[in-house]
């Protein structure tokens, strides 16, 4: 199971919870941005295209907890930019932990070898390694060759030590399916609990604005990766999301599901557009005009399908609805079964 079973049952409670509260609009996870600044300039990101007195910039620790505490999402995402660079990122985490957050510090691994030493292994901490793809494909991603050696090196060293790993891939138009899935058998065979995978967001800033995915062709390629999936392959995943990724279930984004903080506030509408800035995480829940994002609404929401905006669709329909509840259910016990 690539989800560890204290984990599932932190975040059940707290999705009940809110549901018998009759909270209409609620986190799940918190997108904790610290700095943008990263020691990579991969073509598909649009998160480094700021000046240097905006990359120089970073949230303290304390920030970071205030943050943690003001949304009560039970799970936590540290992307950045690369996290690793914050010289007080280990501070940062501790007391995430000590706050019983799940935390997947999201890196590139560079730098992840030399730092495991200021972290310590528990279930409540997971270093999420980005991967997008076998050797060639991913130091292609990234633009720099050699990451994806030092990037599996590191994995195997955190592995070593009793570290949670998990990897977290972006797939853009020129996937070869074939070669995805041969990644997938590299990656589960290093040991990792389990993988992410998303399309790539169009973002306006990024480089490479020619190989983000449209939404039927990623109906199309996620269905060429996980029909007969094999029965090594374990998701860090909502199984509903995944059929949603292959077209097998349709939803409406919940942007509010993953709401994000960094160094400007916590930003409107969600992780990947960035419309403005509220001062607090109520003012970002009750002011910002939610009606105006998501497919058919918004220019810039039509191909998204990424999982910051879905997946906490498909775990409210676990909740909310008995298919998604029974369609949850076969998929966790028998996730290999699914065409």
């Not at 790993?165 to 290093?190: C, I």
């Not at 509220?278 to 009750?286: G, K, Q, T």
Request: aromatic share 12%; glycine share 6%.
């Amino acid at each position: 199971m690539a989800v560890p079973v204290s984990q599932m049952y932190t975040v059940a409670k707290y999705v009940i919870t809110q549901k018998v509260k009759r909270v209409e609009r609620y986190p799940l996870v918190l997108m904790l941005e610290p700095l943008f600044r990263c020691n990579l300039e991969c073509a598909g990101c649009g998160k480094i295209q700021y000046p240097d007195h905006v990359l120089d910039r970073r949230l303290t620790p304390e920030q970071c907890w205030a943050a943690a505490d003001d949304c009560g999402a039970p799970v936590i995402s540290i992307p950045g930019g690369e996290p690793l660079i914050h010289p007080e990122m280990a501070r940062i985490v501790q007391g995430l932990v000590e706050r019983k957050k799940y935390v997947y510090l999201c890196t590139n691994a560079i730098l992840l070898e030399r730092k495991l030493s200021e972290y310590t292994p528990s279930k409540y901490l997971t270093f999420s390694i980005h991967m997008d793809g076998l050797k060639d494909e991913h130091d292609h991603a990234v633009c720099r060759e050699g990451v994806y050696d030092v990037a599996v090196k590191a994995i195997r060293a955190a592995l070593q030590r009793g570290f949670r790993v998990t990897t977290n891939t972006t797939l853009f138009n020129d996937a070869n399916p074939s070669r995805v899935r041969q990644f997938f058998d590299e990656m589960m065979g290093l040991g990792v609990e389990g993988m992410m995978i998303s399309p790539g967001y169009s973002y306006d800033k990024a480089p490479d604005q020619n190989s983000f995915l449209k939404r039927e062709r990623t109906h199309s390629l996620f269905t060429q990766l996980l029909s007969e999936r094999k029965r090594g392959w374990e998701f860090n995943q909502s199984p509903l999301f995944l059929e949603f990724l292959m077209g097998k279930r349709e939803y409406d984004c919940t942007p509010w599901g993953n709401p994000t903080y960094n160094i400007f506030g916590w930003q409107k509408p969600c992780y990947l557009i960035q419309d403005g800035y509220a001062s607090s995480f109520r003012e970002l829940m009750e002011e910002t005009s939610w009606e105006r994002y998501g497919t058919g609404r918004n220019e810039k929401c039509q191909d998204c399908m990424v999982h910051c905006g879905y997946e906490a669709s498909a775990v409210k329909d676990t909740f909310n609805t008995w298919s998604g509840f029974v369609g949850t259910v076969r998929s966790t016990l028998f996730p290999h079964a699914t065409s």
